[in-house]
Each structure stands twice: as structure tokens, then as C-alpha cells.
């Protein structure tokens, strides 16, 4: 790699840590070709990224950025996930880690906010951006959905009084 490619590398690792949500720090332990395949293939299902990059040059891309706080996690043979999504990236890579044992999360950020293993693991377990808004969305449905009802019901019980008092007539 020579220096204009090692200039372009940190311009782009600065662009992503100046646009993502999260950043996950993880360590690859020996994973093979099919591995490494398959949790991308995971992340960008997820709709996060995972890059295996120099450490030296991430660390330079981290300046003037929210995630200069990691810079510690970045020694030995790492990779960085990243995603807009806060809990997206954090919730792969936790998942694959847990039926991979050459994947360890070491860390990360999301935003200024510095997390350790432990932090990532608890980003993982919440409700990704997605299953949030569902959630919103089925609270703002419930109320019109019951009020519909109630305004529905006093007309149904009185077409059934009717067609009652109908049937008894006619009978």
C-alpha cells in the first residue's frame, strides 16, 4: 500500500466515523475465508459494515471524530463494524460472536460514549431503530383503532334492537 492509498483509507474510515451511529472494535481470532464471508454477509443483512483495517490507520482516521475514544481497542489483529443504526452492528456482531468463538468483542463507541464488552453486549439486547418504530407506530394505531370501535358500537347495538323489534313484528 503506498502513501496515496494509505491517504484515500483514512479519508474513507474518516468519512464513515464522522456518518455512523456505532462503532464496534472486534478481534479475529483465526477465522476462516468462509467465516469472515459469512459475518459480512450477517452485518450488511443487518444493514451495518465490517472492515478489517490497519490499525495504524484507523487511528489516524479516529481524529476529530466522536470515536477517538477507541483508539485504545485498536492493537492486534482487529476488524470495526460500524452502522447508522445504533444497535445494528452491535446486534451482529454479538450474534455471530456467540456461535463463533474467533470473534471477540473488544469494544467500541457509539457516538462520544466509550463501551466496553459488556456496554456492546447491552446495546445488542435493545430493540434495533426499526423494531422501534414499529412499536411507536402500534401505540399511535391502538387509541384510533378503540376509538373507532366505541364510536361504532352504539350503532351496531341499535341496528340490532331494530332489527330485533323487526323480527318480533313480522312474527
Known amino acids: 500500500m ?12 474518516n468519512a464513515v466515523f464522522n456518518e455512523v451511529g456505532v462503532v464496534v472494535v472486534t478481534r479475529n ?6 467465516q469472515s464471508t459469512e459475518l459480512r454477509t450477517k452485518m450488511r443483512d443487518a444493514g451495518a459494515s465490517y472492515k478489517v483495517a490497519k490499525n495504524r490507520l484507523a487511528k489516524l482516521a479516529l481524529k476529530d471524530t466522536d470515536y477517538v475514544g477507541i483508539e485504545d ?17 452491535a446486534k451482529a456482531a454479538v450474534d455471530f ?3 463463533n468463538d474467533k470473534l471477540e468483542i473488544v469494544g467500541g463507541s457509539m457516538g462520544a460514549q466509550v463501551l466496553d464488552e459488556a456496554g456492546i453486549k447491552a446495546l445488542a439486547s435493545m430493540p434495533s431503530l426499526d423494531e422501534l418504530r414499529g412499536t411507536i407506530v402500534g401505540l399511535i ?5 378503540k376509538f ?3 364510536v361504532n358500537a352504539p350503532a ?3 341496528a340490532r334492537v331494530f ?7 313480522a312474527a
Open 148 to 150: 373507532a370501535q366505541v
Open 97 to 99: 460472536a456467540k456461535s
Open 156 to 158: 351496531a347495538k341499535l
Open 163 to 169: 332489527g330485533a323489534y323487526g323480527a318480533s313484528e
Open 73 to 89: 481497542y485498536l492493537s492486534g489483529p482487529t476488524a470495526l463494524a460500524w452502522s447508522a443504526d445504533p444497535v445494528a452492528a
Open 141 to 145: 394505531n391502538a387509541p384510533a383503532t
Open 29 to 34: 481470532l483465526g477465522m476462516t475465508v468462509d
Open 2 to 13: 503506498d502513501r496515496s492509498q494509505k491517504a484515500d483509507a483514512v479519508a474513507q474510515l
